[in-house]
């Protein structure tokens, strides 16, 4: 809980800034470029692969969340739109086997560059995109796994669309993560036996995260 609360209060930060009635010269004209706003919400997400005793396991979905601020640059071709933004990602699967119902989650610090395509109909702008990025792991579990098990820095891409309306933006989009989750030496001490102490340790080995992100953004 106390990490939700510190994630609220930087965001309201980001908001209070972004929202205050400054004025510098030549604004009007950086607006019209420049947009900045705040967004949120959720992800369904799984892995790409998941075995215990290098025996493929099935994994259930996790539905996750995400928040972060957006920067909105117009491009000088027609209708294109770069919007990098830098996020709070939750992102997991949950296993079930006979040792009972396990989470697999991690969170990340992730920085996507969004590379919009699409078509001003003066009301509505329907776009596509595709979004490369980059994060860093800062929170996990099960929380007995090691971060130097972990490979922290992660990298991926996304590709989606949405609509442009108002002052609001709907996102969604499929996100892969690329490269391991775990380090090919890990997953050792991931997950034990059955609590009997003949019981072998079943390393675990994982892929990556991948699914489906939903999100809706205001611009002040």
């Not at 995109?129 to 090691?146: D, F, N, T």
């Not at 989009?173 to 775990?182: A, E, S």
């Amino acid at each position: 809980m106390k990490h939700f609360r510190k994630i609220a209060a930087v965001l309201a930060l980001a908001a209070f800034l972004v929202a205050s009635p400054h004025k510098a010269a030549g604004q009007d004209a950086a607006e019209s470029i420049l947009k900045i706003g705040v967004k949120g919400g959720i992800n369904f997400t799984s892995m790409s692969r998941f075995e215990l005793g290098y025996i493929s396991e099935s994994v259930s979905s996790y539905t996750g969340f995400n928040a972060g601020v957006a920067f909105s640059i117009d491009m000088p071709v027609q209708g294109m739109t770069l919007q990098p933004e830098l996020n709070y990602v939750s992102k997991g699967a949950t296993h079930r086997g006979p040792d009972g119902k396990m989470l697999l989650r991690a969170d990340f610090i992730e920085v996507p560059v969004n590379l919009q395509v699409g078509l001003d109909l003066i009301l509505l702008r329907p776009y596509v995109m595709v979004s490369p990025y980059i994060g860093y792991a800062v929170l996990k579990e099960p929380a007995r796994v090691p971060w130097s098990d972990f490979n922290r820095f992660q990298y991926g891409v996304g590709i989606g669309g949405g609509v442009d309306f108002w002052r609001l933006q709907l996102q969604v989009k499929y996100n892969w993560n690329i490269g391991q989750l775990l380090k090919d030496n890990a997953g050792d001490s991931m997950i034990s036996g059955t609590g009997s102490q003949e019981s072998p340790v079943r390393p675990a080995h994982m892929g990556n995260y991948r699914g489906l992100e939903v999100n809706l953004v205001f611009f002040f």
